[in-house]
């Protein structure tokens, strides 16, 4: 199976068709007037696609198991032609899309195994995905990606040179991934004076986003919330819980982590951990939906 693990759980629905061609007008007065031997055929083919929805995981090999949260089975009849339309919905992190061609199919077969007995010219038409919400592709193309981004690692440890940096690089590598041009990449000491001076020195450059890495613990040194609280304008609590509940969620020691998100004038500032991976799912915590903000940012700045 593909690792999920990284991604975000959203709403997802998908919606597919199955087409059942009948070959008299008599199959389908059956239908619709409940003569058909074998039983009310919408009632027990829609039963049969709820059955078979659920079973998808079983069937396909790579499919992920997964909660159903939601089931619509319709029915279009145009002449001899019945369209089944089937809607899938649920909150995840992968789409259901498969699962819901999948339940349309299991209907379609169970309406032909059904009116078989009156009809042998049934055929089975156009299965396919009519469409789908939920899911990066959703947000493609919407988020800004015209930005510029300053990566600070704050560390005693490796600005004495110490230690490699690993943090900073990894974000480096998910703003190139999100288009984000990088401006510059520096490695200071856990000194709040310093720390300081680079938030607003990025800010007076113009730079769009500000990261540092590191000194958000609870140790001592641990100074990078400290220094940048004071200087902000406003603080995105919101920013910094996605990324606890992001980092919770895979370890239980993000609790501790002290991340801060917030704006000075125009400018997003985020401290995020300083560890390779808590940086890591920091940012795949919160981004690219994170650069939703700077339509109103760079608003405010031409205000």
């Not at 480096?172 to 001076?197: G, H």
């Amino acid at each position: 199976m593909v690792d999920i693990t990284h991604k975000k759980t959203t709403l997802r629905t998908a919606v597919a068709q199955a087409t059942v061609k009948v070959s008299k007008p008599e199959t389908i007065d059956a239908i619709k007037n409940d003569t058909v031997p074998k039983g009310n055929v919408f009632a027990m083919s829609k039963a049969a696609g709820l059955l078979g929805v659920k079973r998808t995981p079983d069937i396909l090999p790579d499919c992920h198991p997964l909660p159903i949260e939601f089931t619509g089975v319709e029915y279009k009849i145009d002449g001899l032609d019945i369209r089944v339309i089937f809607t899938v919905k649920t909150i995840y992190k992968t789409g259901v899309e498969v699962e819901a061609m999948h339940g349309a199919s299991v209907v379609a077969l169970n309406m032909y195994d059904m009116l078989k007995p009156i009809d042998k010219g049934i055929e089975i038409h156009a299965i396919k995905l009519l469409s789908k919400k939920g899911g990066k592709s959703d947000y493609k193309n919407k988020f800004k990606t015209d930005l510029t981004a300053a990566v600070v690692v704050c560390s005693d440890t490796i600005s004495a040179g110490h230690k490699e940096d690993k943090a900073g690089k990894a974000i480096i590598e998910k703003l190139k991934a999100c288009e984000v041009s990088i401006s510059e990449y520096v490695i200071i000491p856990d000194e709040l004076e310093s720390i300081q001076n680079k938030a607003k020195s990025y800010e007076s450059m113009g730079i769009d986003l500000v990261i540092f890495t590191g000194g958000t613990g609870l140790s001592k040194r641990d100074v990078t919330p400290e220094a940048l609280m004071p200087i902000l304008d406003r603080r995105i609590p919101g920013i910094e819980e996605a990324i606890r509940n992001y980092g919770q969620q895979r370890m239980p020691y993000s609790m501790l982590s002290r991340s801060v998100a917030g704006t000075i004038g125009s400018t997003l500032v985020l401290a995020l951990p300083g560890s390779t991976n808590g940086a890591k799912e920091s940012m795949d915590a919160i981004f690219p939906s994170v650069q939703h903000v700077f339509g109103v940012l760079r608003g405010a700045r031409h205000d």
